[in-house]
């Protein structure tokens, strides 16, 4: 039964337990059951990955080189991330292990940019003041997404760097 409703519905069972200690009353919380399966961040299974040749073919060769200038902006930020090919969105891996905090989907014209951020009213009106191209909240995932062209990047540099630097739990410098 869990297995089923867990596939729509996230289930966390906490046992709670009074305890008199010293004439005080003491409430103790313990998680007994923690079932979230929601599927995982790497859709690149088995059979699923790809090279950057089927995605110029895809998408363009702008919007690879795209995902490349992303990276560069995401090794500023956490050195020693690389491309990783899958079929449905181009990831990040460090040290051959997937780590997508930062996805690119190449088009022809332009790229979306998701970043794996929790929701949140600053982020949001930031990006809204941006004058980017951002789209719907993807709710499933957790992430902001953006459609980025070339021409965006100069303008909107340092907002992608905080984007980049939220979506890898990175502290700010202190200088900013």
């Not at 899958?86 to 460090?94: D, E």
Request: aromatic fraction near 6%.
């Amino acid at each position: 039964m869990i297995s089923l409703f867990n596939a729509a519905i996230p289930l966390i069972a906490i046992q709670m337990r009074a305890h008199d200690v010293g004439g005080v009353l003491t409430l103790t919380a313990t998680t007994v059951l923690s079932q979230v399966h929601r599927g995982t961040d790497e859709e690149g299974e088995a059979g699923q990955a790809t090279d950057r040749t089927y995605w110029i073919n895809r998408g363009s060769q702008s919007s690879v080189a795209l995902a490349d200038t992303i990276l560069g902006l995401v090794n500023d930020v956490t050195p020693g991330m690389s491309l990783k090919y899958n079929r449905h969105y181009i990831g990040l891996a460090w040290d051959g292990i997937a780590d997508n905090f930062v996805q690119v989907g190449p088009r022809r014209e332009h790229a979306i940019v998701e970043f794996r951020i929790p929701r949140d009213d600053t982020v949001s009106e930031v990006l809204g003041a941006s004058g980017l191209d951002v789209l719907a909240y993807n709710t499933r995932w957790g992430r902001y997404r953006i459609r980025l062209t070339e021409a965006d990047l100069p303008a909107n540099r340092r907002l992608l760097v905080d984007l980049i630097r939220r979506a890898a739990g990175t502290p700010a410098p202190v200088d900013e």
